[in-house]
């Protein structure tokens, strides 16, 4: 703004990007992921032959075979998994990763988390996959209640981080998250 350069901000910012520095990164470590998921062994080395032999310019892009929603396997097939409580010095529990983010919303904005079918968090979500809402949200905002011997989805969008976890995570793709109105959220003033 400064520079008077508003009017053409947006238009300009691809080709900005195209001729960044960050661009140049993201596209060398492009095929990261894709070789991990093939396996420690294999995908270990696949990323050592395209980043220090190559330098990660190569004439190849592996291209991801599924969305990752799709990969949640149901609860009945996994190992619940029994993490130790937050010790307070080096780890901690997550409504006190929220407070450190400065989270703020309006109180009376409209919500940016919704459900496109109220009973999908219950009847599949909850009975196939044990609720993985509550689990892979980091801020906590979704969490099963009992209410008179009733399941049901409490969503605590006033914690919400906006990392979008819950739009790409949930495997019937039911939440519906849009970017909150007013410009609240998380507040990192150091960053």
């Not at 990007?17 to 095929?31: G, V």
């Amino acid at each position: 703004m400064q520079a008077g350069r508003h009017n053409d901000e947006l238009a300009a910012y691809p080709e900005s990007f195209r001729t960044s520095w960050l661009h140049t990164e993201l596209y060398r470590a492009r095929n990261f992921k894709q070789w991990m998921s093939k396996g420690l062994y294999l995908g270990t080395l696949m990323v050592g032959i395209e980043q220090k032999l190559l330098g990660g310019n190569v004439p190849w892009t592996l291209h991801h075979q599924h969305w990752d929603h799709e990969m949640l396997r149901p609860a009945s097939q996994c190992k619940p998994i029994e993490y130790p409580k937050p010790d307070g010095k080096l780890t901690f529990d997550r409504l006190s990763s929220v407070f450190i983010s400065n989270t703020n919303h309006e109180e009376n904005q409209p919500a940016h988390l919704t459900l496109k079918d109220a009973s999908v968090p219950i009847k599949v979500n909850l009975q196939t996959y044990a609720g993985p809402e509550a689990r892979f949200c980091p801020a906590g905002v979704y969490e099963f209640i009992k209410e008179e011997n009733e399941d049901r989805l409490q969503i605590n969008a006033q914690n919400c981080v906006h990392c979008k976890t819950c739009d790409i995570k949930d495997p019937t793709q039911n939440i519906v998250w849009v970017t909150p109105e007013g410009g609240g959220g998380p507040n990192y003033p150091s960053m």
